[in-house]
């Protein structure tokens, strides 16, 4: 399950930024973009996340996933199509083997959603 690893390197990106910041925010969800020719499978990932961030600053906080699309390029039609993960990944028109992905093997940190802490003067 490569979902731990990510999660394991995804907490530790978040962390290193949460440690530079001055007055730390309250982190309510971290956005990801996925692709889906990376594999990756977004109910473990959520799993995994959960899992990982019990007892930790992370707890409690949401994650979103936003799924994309694999699509090719041919060159020789000069032409987009959707490949079948697993099944199909030539041209659909002129069987030419896949060369070009223009989407599809995303795996990042799009945002995080934080509340600032507000400090009340007394």
């Not at 290193?16 to 309510?28: K, V």
């Amino acid at each position: 399950m490569h979902e731990t690893d990510m999660t394991k390197a995804l907490i530790m990106t978040v962390k290193d930024w949460y440690s530079s910041q001055e007055s730390q925010p309250q982190i309510q969800k971290v956005h990801l973009v996925v692709g889906k020719f990376t594999c990756v499978e977004p109910a473990s990932l959520q799993f995994t996340f959960r899992s990982q961030t019990q007892n930790t600053f992370l707890e409690g906080v949401e994650l979103v996933i936003k799924e994309t699309p694999l699509i090719a390029f041919c060159h020789t039609c000069q032409q987009e199509y959707h490949p079948e993960i697993g099944i199909s990944y030539a041209c659909p028109t002129c069987n030419k083997p896949m060369e070009d992905i223009r989407s599809g093997r995303e795996l990042k940190i799009d945002r995080l959603e934080c509340q600032q802490m507000e400090v009340a003067s007394i």
